[in-house]
């Protein structure tokens, strides 16, 4: 028997996937983040209600300043989670791909609970395998790519465990 998240995330996401919700969600969703992440002092997230979310901590490959990014996350089954720099199918690739590609050292957040993560760029080889797990937890979430006329950076973010005598 399906759970309730389950049910919402059927009716949701076709919804996600309408010229609409393409064109309000990089409008409206991280404002809405934003309030609700000082509301509940970081401990809600709305993206999370619906999607396996983390915050990607990366340093800007420009600038040099620690970004913060929500991003939907897939588990890999191995400890580590897969994201896709699917940025709501436009057309070009969110800032935060070229920050992991400049500085593949991050961290990120999940539930609260921060962790340094090392981050490597899947290779064309490995993509459709992780599209495939990525589509068992949210199904049709590829035609973001193919809507976007780019092929969707998509990257392996791996824990590292810091030495003992470490700060």
């Not at 309408?18 to 969703?29: E, I, N």
Request: charged share 20%; proline share 8%; aromatic share 8%.
């Amino acid at each position: 028997m399906p759970t309730a998240l389950q049910i919402v995330r059927s009716l949701v996401a076709p919804l996600t996937r309408t010229r609409l919700f393409r064109w309000l969600g990089p409008r409206v969703l991280p404002p809405v983040e934003r309030v609700l992440k000082w509301l509940s002092r970081g401990r809600v997230q709305l993206s999370g209600l619906l999607v396996p979310s983390l915050v990607l901590h990366s340093i800007g490959a420009k600038s040099g300043i620690e970004r913060d990014t929500i991003l939907m996350y897939t588990a890999d089954g191995h400890g580590r989670a897969i994201v896709a720099g699917t940025s709501f199918a436009r057309t070009g690739h969110p800032a935060w791909t070229y920050n992991l590609m400049a500085h593949p050292d991050a961290a990120i957040s999940v539930r609260g609970n921060r962790m340094q993560v090392q981050a490597r760029r899947l290779s064309p080889a490995e993509c459709d395998a992780a599209w495939h797990i990525i589509e068992r937890q949210w199904p049709g979430y590829r035609s973001y790519e193919r809507d976007s006329g780019r092929t969707v950076r998509l990257f392996l973010l791996q824990p590292v465990r810091r030495p003992a005598n470490s700060p």
